[in-house]
């Protein structure tokens, strides 16, 4: 019989909501999954069903939780087992569900016990588990562990996965729900505008028409018949929200984007994002800056380790838990000009005396300088929520065009501007706060510069 | 730097002596800026708008560049209006600051493609040597390369690493390189031996010409400001006469890759055949422009390092004949006639009279015989004679030596 399915998903139906994620989750991987509550026609003989479903199957999941193998598990474990006695290429994958023991006494069938485990007691969004899972499924020997060395900050407050390619799969829907109800948005209106920011997403993932989201936003959330002021949060925010699902708007509008960055990350967690994007089937191709920079931001994204900045200044939530990679960040900042006028006294100059008159030109004298030794660094300071912060950025990948010079030149003239962007943040010597931009652009967002009282 | 809007009232000179008067500042976008114009030898005619694509040296200038004037009668207040003194010294001392700064090098575009040129031949050169294990440890003592490895350098090549622009194969090389550079660039300060392009005031000042800071006269007034020659050594010419041979050398490789005027596709459509010839055409002007900039480049090279070798403070009769001979050279790459050339070439026999300098006087015999062969067989042959008795004495192979029959 040919092989229809590449997993069969055997559970107990007391872990059904665990088991229901985990197959959306590997359906999103590309992989097609046989999960009884999708391919179960009512009024059929679902015994039946059932067999032919573990026939059809290249591999069988046996996923046991607190409540360790079901009665019909059971049987179907054994239907499975006996297939795969015969049938060297037929696997059974033993999977230990969140909700699994923590200590190692689960009591199971002795046959099981044969086979190699797939450890989920971690969470559902653990990366080392999923790469083995999907090596399992597609039969490849997973290898050493790709885990990367420096700890991450895992969300497990979500008991949604969160790994996936599309871009709602990678929203909080619980961080999402909660900063909704902080900007005032009724819960009962809240599943409507979350259902449709997640189409929209990945929607408007084409890179074509990242512009589209942000653009629709005003009108459907007037059609909720909200508040001006909770419609004027909501855009900015769900504008940032977008922003940070669509990466490619980012870098689109972007005003720095630091190749030198982009490389090293992604140098740093190669090993991972590769193994992620072939566990996906979706290797990539491309040694583009740009690819590297999308590839990069999708592994976090999708492993659950991608900080939404803005939610935890809007719900007031300490900025930093623990080593986290990658962030998105709003906040408001201006430039050290003392900086800028050591480099450049004649622009201090020309500001005081003709600060009428500062155009384009004045912009390409500071940030288009051919001399990269001199005034290497953009050394800007300013907040993210309450927080005061430092961001540096080599001046090389700063761009000046017509669609970033009048931010630029409003941060050369002393007044702050607010920027967002992906980047990651680290301690400075002076115990201070310092973030190193990937890339950023000038936002439009104001209400996330300090948490909204309102609520 | 100006402001745009004081460019209004100046009359710019055009490569083809056509004259425009910059009449209204329109705008200035990230890639240009553009004002309205009108030709002053037309002034019925009405504005056209000129886009001046950046980077443009007189941009970034602070004092009115040289292809600039101020036309006095319709505005006689211009607020860049001064005596051609004040204007030439306030224009020296920028100058000077300029060709002192570490990076001016990554604003000569031509610099930057010796740059790169540069690495591409390090790779080429020592890549295979070094995956091998076979790299000689002093290899960045060869005298080729050594005046061309500096911070910039370093700098370009950390670049190409940090953004990932070198292939697998040769990345150990160039991770190699950044960490021997640094390393070689610490010994020769210590022992004095640094001397790099870039930091070479004579080098940069060429390049000020070459980005258009500056013109010719303007390249004398600055190169004989005692604060500059301050600044020049024997070291700093014989750089210079390195980077005259490196420009003759791009140029001669250049010349050699021009596409023919003659190349075009009769298998195609008519339309497709326009379009090649027109890219054709593009192509071959855009390296004739590389080439004729690389040639000028070379000439006032030669012309500086002439000029500084003939002071007499200096008097090194040497590097005086070498400018002369490279002069002559870079002049037959364009194919001009022979006249300049053979008087250079006759100067500079004058001045290769010394032992040392006997192989470059060869070089010059050769040149000569060849340019008056036709004109003057008997001082052609007698030149050639000279020519092979110099290589007698410098045991040059049978199978190598002059055997021209004039």
């Known amino acids: ?455 | 730097m100006i402001p745009r809007e004081d460019f209004v009232g100046t009359i710019r000179k055009e490569a083809n002596g056509q004259e425009l008067l910059l009449e209204e500042f329109m705008g200035e976008g990230s890639t240009a800026v553009v004002y309205a114009i009108k030709p002053v030898d037309e002034p019925g005619k009405s504005q056209t708008v000129m886009k001046f694509f950046k980077p443009q040296a007189f941009l970034e200038m602070s004092v009115l560049n040289h292809a600039f004037r101020i036309d006095k009668e319709m505005y006689p207040n211009h607020p860049l209006l001064m005596e051609p003194d004040e204007r030439l010294r306030r224009l020296t001392e920028e100058m000077l600051t300029r060709l002192s700064s570490n990076g001016f090098e990554f604003r000569v575009t031509l610099y930057k493609k010796i740059m790169s040129s540069a690495v591409e031949g390090m790779a080429r050169t020592y890549g295979k040597d070094f995956a091998r294990g076979e790299l000689s440890k002093d290899f960045l003592e060869d005298s080729q390369l050594k005046p061309r490895i500096d911070e910039n350098f370093l700098y370009h090549i950390q670049e190409l690493l940090e953004e990932d622009n070198i292939t697998a194969d040769y990345e150990p090389f160039f991770e190699f390189l950044a960490s021997a550079v640094p390393e070689a660039i610490t010994r020769w300060k210590a022992s004095g031996s640094y001397h790099p392009f870039s930091s070479n005031a004579l080098y940069n000042l060429l390049g000020l010409k070459l980005e258009d800071f500056i013109d010719e006269t303007e390249l004398d007034h600055i190169a004989s400001q005692p604060t500059f020659q301050e600044k020049i050594t024997t070291q700093a010419l014989s750089v210079l006469w390195w980077l005259v041979t490196i420009l003759y050398h791009r140029a001669a490789g250049l010349i050699q890759l021009l596409p023919s005027t003659d190349e075009s596709n009769t298998d195609e459509t008519a339309d497709d055949s326009d379009y090649a010839n027109l890219m054709s055409k593009y192509e071959r002007d855009r390296q004739t422009y590389e080439i004729t900039s690389c040639v000028d480049a070379g000439l006032i090279g030669c012309r500086l390092v002439d000029y500084f070798a003939s002071q007499p403070e200096w008097q090194n009769k040497q590097l005086s004949g070498l400018a002369r001979l490279w002069f002559a050279r870079l002049l037959e790459l364009l194919h001009e006639n022979d006249e300049p050339r053979r008087l250079a070439l006759e100067s500079a026999l004058t001045l290769l009279t010394e032992e040392d300098s006997i192989r470059d006087r060869h070089d010059v015999l050769l040149g000569l015989a060849r340019i008056v062969h036709q004109s003057d067989p008997d001082r052609a042959l007698a030149y050639l004679r000279e020519a092979q008795v110099i290589e007698v004495k410098l045991n040059i192979p049978l199978e190598q030596r002059t055997r021209e029959v004039v």
């Not at chain 1, 967002?420 to 002076?430: F, K, M």
Request: aromatic share 12%.
């Open chain 1, 1 to 455: 019989m040919p092989h229809r399915f590449e997993v069969f998903l055997s559970y107990n139906s007391a872990d059904r909501t665990d088991v229901s994620s985990l197959a959306s989750y590997l359906r999103d991987l590309g992989i097609s999954v046989w999960f009884d509550q999708w391919m179960l026609i009512p009024g059929t003989a679902w015994q039946k069903a059932l067999h032919e479903g573990i026939s059809s199957s290249q591999t069988v999941a046996v996923c046991v939780g607190h409540s360790g193998v079901g009665p019909w598990e059971n049987a179907e474990m054994m239907l499975a087992l006996d297939r795969a006695l015969k049938d060297s290429d037929y696997r059974v994958i033993p999977i230990l569900l969140p909700s699994a023991p923590a200590d190692n006494h689960i009591e199971l069938p002795p046959f099981l016990n044969l086979y190699s485990w797939v450890d989920f007691r971690v969470g559902l969004n653990d990366p080392e588990a999923t790469r083995r899972l999907i090596a399992g499924i597609k039969g490849n020997i997973p290898g050493p562990s790709q885990e990367p060395a420096a700890s991450f900050s895992v969300n497990t407050t979500n008991s949604a996965p969160q790994q996936s390619l599309t871009a709602s799969q990678n929203i909080d829907l619980d961080v999402l729900s909660r900063c909704l109800s902080v900007i005032g948005i009724p819960d009962d209106i809240q599943p409507e505008l979350v259902s449709w920011l997640r189409t929209e997403c990945d929607r408007y993932l084409d890179r074509s028409r990242i512009f589209d989201v942000s653009r629709s936003i005003p009108e459907r959330l007037q059609r909720f018949g909200l508040p001006t002021p909770v419609i004027h949060d909501a855009e900015s925010f769900l504008d940032e929200w977008v922003t940070s699902l669509t990466p490619p708007r980012l870098l689109s509008n972007a005003f720095y984007v630091s190749n030198e960055k982009i490389t090293r990350t992604y140098r740093a967690y190669r090993s991972a994002i590769e193994a992620y994007f072939d566990a996906v089937g979706n290797p990539l191709e491309s040694d583009a800056a740009e690819d590297k920079f999308l590839a990069t931001y999708q592994y976090f994204a999708g492993t659950g380790n991608f900080v939404f900045l803005p939610a935890r200044v809007l719900l007031g939530e300490s900025l930093f838990w623990s080593a986290d990679p990658v962030f998105y960040f709003v906040g408001a900042f201006m430039l050290d000009r003392k900086e800028l006028f050591d480099a450049f006294p004649s622009v201090e100059v020309f500001l005081k005396e003709k600060s009428q008159r500062i155009t384009l030109g004045l912009t390409n004298e500071v940030f288009g300088h051919s001399d990269p030794f001199h005034y290497p660094y953009v050394t800007m300071s300013g907040y993210l929520g309450q927080t005061s912060m430092r961001m540096r950025m080599s001046r090389k990948y700063v761009a000046v065009n017509s669609m970033t010079v009048d931010s630029l030149l409003t941060l050369i003239a002393g007044t702050p501007v607010i920027i967002s962007g992906v980047g990651s943040i680290e301690r400075s010597q002076d115990g201070g706060y310092l973030i190193q931009p990937t890339a950023c652009r000038f936002s439009q967002s104001q209400s996330w510069l300090h948490p909204i009282e309102r609520s």
